[in-house]
């Protein structure tokens, strides 16, 4: 009797030992598929882009308290940390085939032996069913459901980046948006009241019909620039709201383009460390990790399958006597050996290898994608500064060429011609210099996200 209990306790000990091999292929992570640098880098100082929380990043105060309302109001964040939930409870239910099911039944019969005597029995069992993973099939499917629960979480990290990028995005704009339109509602001031002023010269005979004709010109031109960007703040206003999930603040609006919105100055380490932590990279790593786990759950199915069933209970024939009844035991160990399967556990094998191979390509395309995203985001971060100083220089020497060309007409110099010259040069000078604030800036926020941000 001891031996057999010792026997017992062997089993499921020695099945424990076993299960902890699987069949999988041993996991190595590869060379990366893209060059050791970055063909432009960031020679800036301080802490590295990667490694950054996004409150470090963007500064403005309302800028923030944006971000915060999206972060928790977001559907599409919600999507994501909902499905990283359902897969966790995925993998609990994969893990639990590791341990024992246990089970209770009551059953009850009642019949008649045809001599008008009627017979009762009763019975309540406990029972528990265990596969012996002793070829790593079941761990081969947890380990599996664990890397795709891994992959779901960091899928989830890669949304919130994403948010926190498109809303800073969208922040952005509006503010160059709302910049533009203030100054195109300035302009529009400003050609009004000097189309007036042309009307009454004009009505008086002191100028043509042609000077009359490009005043109203410029006049309508920008009338149209008004109401054309009145629209677009209009449409930043309805993006901003979808992306946040609520009706966001006045007070939180940008009326114009903030000159430190963004960190100034971003530095990136090199590819191994920046691109190996951005969430997408990851989650396709775990994703290559579960299917190399799948491989070894079909290498396992060409073996035996070994269970183990049994049950304890009581049996009786009076119902209210089942627990002071008869003992009742039974043990059923039963073994399942692949024989002839018509080639389905070959192909299964061959499946799950394609898998492994297609979620291969995968990683090393997420990679060499990531690579690309900071590789132009430090392109154009690289040569900015330069575009920002020289718009500012065209914007200085646009206004001081209108002063002069405007000093010029009214003294009967120039002609009305070369003022509506200068007026447009100007105009458009100090509408590329709001557009290129953004690029900045929208640069700075690209090539946070690009670098996988600070949510590792």
Known sequence: ??????????????????????????????????????????????????????Q????????????????VNNRDLRIATLNAERVRAQYSVQRASLFPGVNGTVSGRRGDTGTGTDTESYSADIGASWELDLFGRVRSLSNAALNTYFASAENQKAAKLSLISSVATAWLTLGADQEQLRLSRETLRLREESLSLTQKRFDLGATDALGLRQEQTLTEQARADV???EALVQQDKNALRLLVGVEVEAANLPNALPENAVLSDLPVGLPSEVLLKRPDVV??????????????????????????????????????????????WS???????????????????ESSKK??????????KSIQTAFRDVADALAVRSTIDTRLTAQTRVVEAASET???????????VDSRLTLTDAQRTLYGAQQGLITTRLTRALNLTRLYAATGGGLQ
């Open 402 to 412: 209108e002063a002069l060309s405007r000093a010029r007409f009214d003294r009967g």
């Open 283 to 328: 989650a396709a790593e775990f994703d290559l990790k579960a299917a190399n786990a799948n491989i070894g759950a079909a290498r396992a199915a060409f073996f035996p399958r070994i269970s183990l069933t049994g049950a304890v209970g009581k049996a009786s024939t009076d119902l209210n006597k089942l627990f002071d009844g008869a003992d009742t």
């Open 56 to 71: 470090k990043v963007f500064l403005d105060p309302r800028l923030q308290s944006v971000i915060y309302e999206a972060l």
């Open 1 to 54: 009797m001891k031996s057999s209990f010792k026997l017992g306790l062997m089993l499921p000990a020695t099945a424990l030992v076993l299960s902890a091999c699987t069949l999988a292929p041993k996991y190595e992570r590869g060379t990366l598929p893209v060059a050791d640098q970055f063909p432009t880098l960031a020679t800036a100082q301080g802490e590295s882009a990667e490694t950054l929380p996004w």
């Open 355 to 364: 898998a492994r191979d297609i979620a291969l390509a995968t990683y090393e």
């Open 331 to 349: 043990f059923a160990p039963s073994i399942s050996v692949p024989i002839f399967a018509g080639g389905a556990n070959i192909a299964g094998l």
């Open 227 to 229: 109401a054309q960007l």
